[in-house]
């Protein structure tokens, strides 16, 4: 046998050991073993016991709970009004950082500062904010407590900040000197934006629209007060989850539990293959 075909046999023998190593030193073993263990306290470990609670009522109480039509209607409105929501996050988000980023004008701090009010504020105090600006009596003139607005109203003030902080450090980040260079050679604005900025921002804006769904499907407080918890109208999830609790029904709250959990690592993956899939055709 040749000498080439002698390396030609060896490489995969090589490439498999080589696969095979890991890099963790006894410190970095330590760490991962930490990491791990409180991951699976705080995550794995609740997850399963989620599962499992919504398992130990059968599947002929699993069905009958996700079936009952107030459940249904709660379902539908949830996820539906966390797409619009975070639709609408992902296009006024991302413009507000831009001009966050690339624009100076008066105000910019203190509007800087109020995109993070959302995140300071408790979501019960935030319900009661809008409860005051949109209830009864509203100062706007805008009557929208216990009405179909009230859902995607209260879902879009808790989730807008989740875009912006995702996308404002990438844009920071990125070489204007780039853009010019492409301008210079006869790109108009929206091939460069679609060519390099589009492809630049994509994870971040696809983070960004994760944790808004995220949130968005699991609210609770900033709800309770503005929508009025009105069923087939304005009840949502998290409202028929506590309902569930609260008269005793473990198994059922765990069954709509497990089908939002569903729902939103299916949102996570889409999100991903559609970040990855923007930026290879950029």
Excluded: C
Aim: hydrophobic share 55%.
């Amino acid at each position: 046998m040749s000498q080439g075909a002698t390396l030609a046999a060896a490489r995969p023998a090589l490439r498999r050991r080589a696969g095979s190593r890991t890099n963790l030193t006894s410190g970095s073993s330590l760490g991962l073993g930490i990491a791990v263990t409180w991951f699976s306290l705080l995550v794995l470990i609740p997850l399963a016991a989620l599962v499992a609670t919504a398992a130990g009522g059968g599947w002929d109480e699993y069905i009958k709970t996700l079936t009952n039509e107030q459940t249904l209607a709660a379902l539908k409105l949830t996820v539906g009004q966390s797409f619009v929501v975070t639709a609408i996050n992902v296009v006024i988000g991302t413009t507000i950082a831009w001009v966050l980023v690339r624009d100076q004008f008066f105000g910019k701090r203190i509007l800087d500062v109020i995109i993070d009010i959302p995140f300071a504020l408790p979501t019960i105090v935030a319900g009661l904010v809008l409860l005051t600006l949109y209830g009864k009596g509203s100062p706007l003139g805008l009557e929208w407590a216990n009405t179909e607005l009230s859902v995607p109203l209260a879902l879009a003030f808790v989730t807008l900040p989740f875009v912006v902080r995702t996308v404002q450090p990438v844009l920071e980040e990125l070489d204007a000197d780039v853009e010019e260079a492409a301008a210079s050679l006869g790109a108009g604005r929206v091939t460069i934006f679609r060519r390099l900025i589009l492809p630049s921002l994509a994870p971040a804006i696809a983070a960004g629209a994760a944790l808004s769904f995220a949130r968005a499907i699991a609210e609770y407080g900033s709800l309770v007060l503005l929508s009025g918890n009105l069923p087939f109208h304005t009840e949502v999830v998290s409202v028929r989850v506590l309902s569930f609790i609260e008269g005793g029904n473990t198994a059922a709250a765990a069954s709509v539990a497990t089908v939002m959990l569903a729902v939103a690592l299916i949102v996570i993956v889409a999100l991903d293959l559609v970040q990855g899939w923007v930026a290879r055709r950029g």
